[in-house]
């Protein structure tokens, strides 16, 4: 049974609304996301840690869930907000509903409201904070609890979605002619990924690639990593996508500025492509509200694709000094990827692995595995 739930946003904006999923209070950053599919993959995707996703889709929950469209161990945003819910889903694949998975990992979802509006509200004074309850209705409270609490920026989540002991992974990517999980290519090339939040299906196409892939946790040693390619026991590193403000994460940092220094191959997306700019020397800088969807125009050199997209910062145009301009976004003309001047380390802002979204640019981890098996 629905619940009422109350939102409060950080401009004075205050709704009513009903509550499926946790009953609870919880506070995030609130962006929207314009993908027509995929909110189970979105819903766990760590990059959204911190963060209320407002889902253009008007309906929401008609093809329940299911374990292999996980892209982690479980739900890291905040908390959903749709136009419409249905709990009675319909697809040979689900296993469950939207609203238990939601419940299973203490997480809100906000229904019953006008996501149209939230979304124009957002398009047009940015990305904020906001505070969602089941059991504080008062409009004072909810702000005065807003104001004292922690905004997204001031929280290192990379800490908080990381693993915390390394592992292999072995899986490769899903076969949708199949309905099975592919078979990983045989190879005698390991990587090591670098998790800031990294998505599962972005692990199953490195392996695809024909990589042995070895996952280690966000307080990496660069000098061990180094180490281990000195000796011809990993080819290469890939710094994944993440969570929350990239400047925030200082000793990651000057952990990158160590591989870049070093002959090691390097290859990252998302939050790890704007790492990498911050460890060459150049700041990123944060949007309006943000890129977050999966059919953004993206031009690389001789086509246009597109793409999933999901990130709130981006790397300045400076950095032309430096990289070649790989890939620009058609909405925006923001930075979408880039090859550093005569190093062997590229980086991608979109989501090469989409998941939901499209696949065209899935050609970005074979052209990783082939610097690495050629180097």
């Given amino acids: 049974m629905k619940k009422k739930v109350w939102l409060y946003f950080e401009n004075g904006l205050f709704i009513q609304a009903n509550s499926f999923g946790a009953s609870k209070e919880a506070i995030g950053e609130v962006v929207f996301n314009t993908s027509m599919t995929g909110y189970q993959e979105i819903s766990s995707d760590p990059s959204y ?3 209320f996703v407002v889902f253009s889709m008007p309906e929401i929950g008609i093809v329940g869930v299911n374990e292999n469209d996980m892209q982690s161990s479980r739900v890291w945003c905040e908390g959903v907000l749709v136009r419409n819910y249905t709990e009675d889903y ?7 509903s939207f609203d238990k998975l939601l419940k299973e990992h203490n997480r809100m979802g906000i229904c019953d409201i006008d996501t149209r509006k939230i979304i124009k509200h957002i398009r047009d004074e940015g990305s904020m904070m906001m505070i969602a309850s089941t059991t504080t209705s008062d409009k004072n409270k909810l702000k005065e609890k807003l ?13 908080i979605v990381s693993t915390k002991k390394p592992y292999e992974h072995k899986r490769a990517s899903w076969n949708s002619e199949t309905q099975k999980f592919n078979k990983a290519k045989p190879t005698n090339k390991k990587i090591a990924v670098i998790d800031f939040g990294v998505k599962t299906s972005i692990l199953d196409e490195l392996t695809q690639s024909g990589l042995d892939v070895v996952v280690l946790p966000c307080s990496f040693e660069a000098k061990d990593i180094l180490n281990d390619f000195k000796n011809n026991l990993i080819g290469g590193v890939f710094l994944s996508n993440g969570p929350g403000d990239p400047m925030k994460l200082e000793k990651e940092i000057e952990q990158i500025k160590l591989l870049i220094n070093s002959d090691i191959p390097i290859f990252a997306i998302c939050l790890g492509h704007q790492l990498l700019s911050i460890a060459f020397g150049y700041d990123t800088y944060k949007l309006k509200f943000g890129q977050h969807g999966g059919n953004h125009p993206v031009k690389s050199s001789n086509k246009v694709e597109i793409t999933a997209q999901n990130h709130n910062y981006n790397v300045p145009n400076t950095i ?3 990289a070649t301009i790989t890939h620009k976004n058609l909405f925006d003309g923001t930075i979408e990827g880039v090859k550093y001047k005569n190093k062997n380390i590229f980086s991608v802002q979109h989501h090469p692995e989409a998941n939901p979204g499209p696949k065209e640019s899935r050609y970005i981890f074979d052209e990783f595995a082939s610097m690495i098996k050629h180097q």
């Fill in 320 to 322: 032309e000094q430096i």
């Fill in 49 to 51: 840690a911190g963060q």
């Fill in 147 to 159: 104001e004292n609490s922690k905004r997204i920026e001031d929280t290192n989540y990379c800490e």
């Fill in 90 to 96: 319909s697809n040979y694949r689900a296993t469950s």
